[in-house]
């Protein structure tokens, strides 16, 4: 049969190595011995015939084998229907398949798409890359697209056909991307991309843009559609636009979904809008697996109303292979988890969190990612995500590698996928996660190991100037938003706005107060006196930055012992110093953090691989510490002075932070309303001071409005009964004074009582006449 097809073009896609497949396969019209005809090419890999059929008249005309058994090629005098359908024969079977390759450009990708990934400034380029259900022509199909410059050729390959390169080669776009479209193809088809570098090498890839995983060890991403949920948080969303995070109580409850609490492997279905699913079981252990998505709405979202904290964290949740890692090692930076269900799933957890006044951030991950195969590491076949520059990539003491922050699309990937959280699931904030590693090129590193920027310092300038980006993002777009560092240097404002030369983080973790106070609370009791300045110390800096005050699952780990573990003392002294030092947290200026088991005294380390010591609920010295928490989180609430002036030094003044003798700080926070404000005192022995006099801003009565030793919290009960009042006695640089009971490693808290002292007043006045 005549043809216009070359021998050597044939070999080309037969071997799948060229770059543009569409060129030579598909319908196109060519000239042969002077004729003007339309050729239809397919190459076939499993097929014996083949037959093109016209979708109108169903007329089915012959291909013949041209320069290989498998590549087939079709001449008809005039051009064919572009839905038409390729027919073949394979076995005893007889396939009918639209061919990929009739779809002409692709309609995803504009040229102001390719112009703005190419920049860097692709804010939506996760609804252009990746794998996309769409119709065109009117066929429903899956649309795919995956960034690889530098490889040689690039196939989707999947459970849609048997995982062959050979059958749906892709087109490379603008000497970057790869795209195809694949007919007939819907949600939950498995993919990967078969990435063929310039030496021939073939590497199985997970999508980077991929919305969804199987579940570890696996790693073929799967199509999904995230635009089917229906959410009901509007009210919710649109309260975040118009609140200040600085200016409102945020207490923070950290978990990792994974250890939280475990169901147990025998329960394998669940109820699903009053439909019984399957559960996706993944065990942890022998007889136990993870709780899904819906199961933890069920039983995690009660447990964070009874205990009052407004948001939760949760430790990563991108898709990860190594359980080990936390979720601190991504490789689906799109992925949530499949570990406890599915895209949908965690919608629903989010959204039932906003419909029970519980908002939502995500630990994220930009600073590092693993070396494993399927993952982002040496994408294309060349150093792609990563620096090629090991001095500059790779991340010594994680055996990680880092991101090429100087190339516009690997800083649009990350920026992009920071936004694609809140967009598409709705998270109130995130927390980034080791942004120290990311500011300083010699971190970690040895001299002769690290190259400085192009001024000599060692400053990593392209980071600071991706998260600077990214935060400016963020807020533009969602407004009300949360961004936290963690960042543990002395880097300047971390949490100030950019125009100032900030990084532009709302919210850093104080990790100098962390330190300092685990420190002093760790020691006996008796020796405190020497140590007064480790929990004064944090004011001096306080102000420099809108912080955090952090008790993270870093400290329950490694050997650290839990938080309780790591109080002196007998058991109640033990319990006592916990519930002293979460009351001192909570009444210092600053957000706050936990992290779970924390709230019950676990006394085990965090173990990522088994659930929290639920059981010691059962034990009365646990229950009542939890019931302590629920009332700290409620009156932190419910009082404006200890949190709507965090970061304004009116907010704050210490009365006297000096007397180290006796290891008693007080001070007083303030409300935006001059008359509402609080005092506050911590006793940090076990000694009881029956009279310990301080000064008052005003005069009259004080009602005791907090105090951590109360009976149903397993205090001594050692209370201000009736109130103190403030008298005409100066102390402390104030005018007035009062006397106060403190109880052992006890924090209490007075408010005055206006009312009551007016009533006193008049009375003394109408005595008087």
């Not at 979202?301 to 948001?311: A, M, N, S």
């Not at 898709?319 to 629903?348: C, I, K």
């Not at 303030?670 to 509402?676: F, G, H, M, S, V």
């Not at 009565?701 to 009976?711: A, G, K, L, Q, T």
Request: glycine fraction near 8%.
């Amino acid at each position: 049969m005549p043809t216009a097809i070359t021998s050597e073009q044939v070999h080309q896609i037969v071997s799948n190595y060229h770059d543009n497949p569409h060129t030579i396969l598909g319908c196109h019209p060519v000239e042969i011995d002077g004729a003007s005809t339309w050729s239809v090419r397919a190459f076939l890999p499993k097929a014996e015939q083949a037959w093109v059929v016209d979708p109108v008249s169903q007329q089915e005309y012959p291909m013949a084998a041209v320069h290989h058994p498998h590549f087939f090629e079709c001449v008809v005098e005039q051009e064919i229907s572009p839905q038409y359908q390729l027919k073949y024969k394979c076995g005893d079977r007889h396939i009918t398949i639209f061919d990929p390759y009739s779809f002409g450009e692709p309609p995803h990708f504009s040229d102001l798409d390719l112009h703005l990934f190419a920049e860097g400034n692709h804010h939506r380029i996760y609804e252009k890359l990746g794998a996309h259900p769409l119709t065109l022509n009117g066929v429903d199909g899956v649309y795919f697209a995956v960034w690889a410059p530098n490889a040689r050729n690039v196939s989707v390959i999947g459970d849609f056909n048997a995982w062959d390169g050979r059958e749906h080669q892709m087109r490379k776009l603008n000497g970057a991307i790869w795209d195809i479209f694949v007919p007939e193809l819907s949600t939950g088809a498995k993919y990967k991309y078969e990435v063929k570098n310039q030496a021939g090498h073939i590497y199985e890839k997970s999508d980077p843009y991929g919305f969804f995983q199987e579940v570890r060890p696996d790693f073929a991403s799967i199509v999904t559609d995230l635009n089917q949920y229906q959410w009901n948080d509007a009210e919710w969303i649109e309260q975040r636009t118009k609140t200040d995070p600085l200016k409102v109580p945020i207490s923070i409850y950290e978990l990792h979904l994974g250890s939280w609490l475990h169901g147990s492997a025998e329960e394998k279905m669940q109820l699903l809008s009053g439909e019984a699913e399957p559960i996706p079981v993944n065990e942890t252990k022998e007889g136990a697996r993870y709780l899904s998505y819906y199961e933890l709405a069920d039983q995690l979202i009660p447990y964070i109303k009874e205990l009052g904290y407004t948001h939760i964290e949760l430790l990563p949740i991108a898709e990860h292979p190594f359980d080990g890692s936390w979720g601190y090692q991504v490789t689906g930076y799109y992925a949530p988890t499949s570990r406890f269900g599915n895209p949908e799933d965690l919608m629903y957890f989010i959204d039932k969190c906003h419909e029970n006044g519980i908002g939502v951030l995500v630990d994220w991950v930009p600073g590092h990612f693993p070396k494993d195969s399927h993952g982002l590491a040496f994408f294309d076949g060349t150093h792609l995500y990563e620096h090629a520059d090991p001095r500059k990539g790779e991340h010594k003491e994680w055996g990680t590698l880092i991101f090429n922050y100087n190339r516009n699309e690997v800083r649009n990937f990350l920026i992009a996928n920071a936004l694609f959280w809140f967009d598409k699931y709705h998270i109130d904030g995130i927390r980034v996660d080791a942004v120290a590693s990311m500011l300083y090129l010699d971190y970690d590193r040895e001299d002769g190991e690290w190259v400085a920027n192009d001024y000599g310092g060692n400053e990593h300038l392209e980071a600071v100037e991706f998260l600077r980006q990214t935060n400016n993002l963020i807020f533009k777009y969602y407004p009300g938003a949360i961004s936290v560092a963690e960042e543990s240097t002395a880097w300047p404002m971390v949490s100030r706005p950019t125009y100032l030369g900030g990084l532009g983080f709302n919210l850093k973790w104080n990790m100098g107060w962390m330190h300092d106070n685990l420190d002093y609370f760790s020691m006996d009791p008796w020796f405190r006196q020497h140590h007064q300045n480790s929990i004064t110390f944090s004011m001096w800096y306080h102000f420099s930055e809108n912080y955090m005050l952090a008790l993270s699952h870093d400290e329950v780990v490694h050997g650290k012992s839990s938080i309780i573990g790591k109080m002196p003392g007998d058991e109640w002294q033990k319990f006592a110093n916990v519930r002293a030092l979460f009351a001192y947290m909570f009444m210092h200026p600053g957000k706050k953090t936990m992290f779970m088991s924390m709230e019950f005294g676990q006394w085990n380390e965090w173990n990522v691989w088994t659930d929290l010591n639920w059981d010691l609920l059962n034990h009365e010295p646990h229950a009542k510490l939890k019931g302590f928490f629920s009332e700290l989180n409620a009156f932190y609430k419910d009082q404006p002075a200890l949190y709507e002036r965090d970061f304004e030094e009116e907010g704050f003044q210490w009365i006297d932070c000096s007397d180290n003798q006796n290891s008693v700080v007080s001070f007083i926070r303030r409300a935006k309303d001059p008359n509402d404000f609080l005092i506050v005192a911590c006793n940090f022995t076990p000694q009881l001071h029956r009279h310990y006099r301080i000064g008052m801003p005003e005069p009259g009565c004080y009602n005791e409005v907090f105090n951590s030793d109360v009976e149903t919290f397993g205090g001594s009960n050692q209370k201000n009964f009736g109130g103190v009042w403030a008298e005409d006695w100066g102390m402390h640089g104030l005018p007035y004074s009062a006397d106060l009971c403190l109880p052992p490693l006890g924090v209490v808290v007075l408010k005055l009582d206006r009312k009551r002292t007016a009533e006193a007043i008049a009375a003394k006045k109408d005595k008087a006449e």
